[in-house]
């Protein structure tokens, strides 16, 4: 299986499939790449998120979790809210204006040196300066 590669801007992540959702990721593969903003979350706290609307994928839960750690990326997949991929950078309780909710873990970031502080610089970036150019590709 691949990897994937992410930027924001000019900072840049490796991140690994996660094995526990291979409907998942399957799902997720079919969208890349992924060229949009990553905007700062509105309720789920340290986090941020690319909104896909009305995108159906075609998954149920798999893998989900509503605390997903710094660098584990989650996709919503619509069922309550708005389909979106979540990019936490800290603490995260995921939630909407519906309440609680639950996203599959379908990617985690491959710690490298200095991964963590990029990883706050997304937030920051996005809170402060407002979207950000984000691109996801997977590589061999």
Known sequence: MGQLSIEVGELHFSAGWEADAPRTVDAVRRLLPISNRLI?????????????????????YEHHTSHPAPGELLIYTGELSECEILFPYGACAFSSKLGQLAGNHFATLTPDEGWRDRLREVGRRTLWEGAQPIQISEVD
């Open 40 to 60: 700062h979350c509105r309720w789920s706290g340290e986090s941020t998120w690319i909104p896909f609307g009305d995108l159906k994928v075609g998954v149920r």
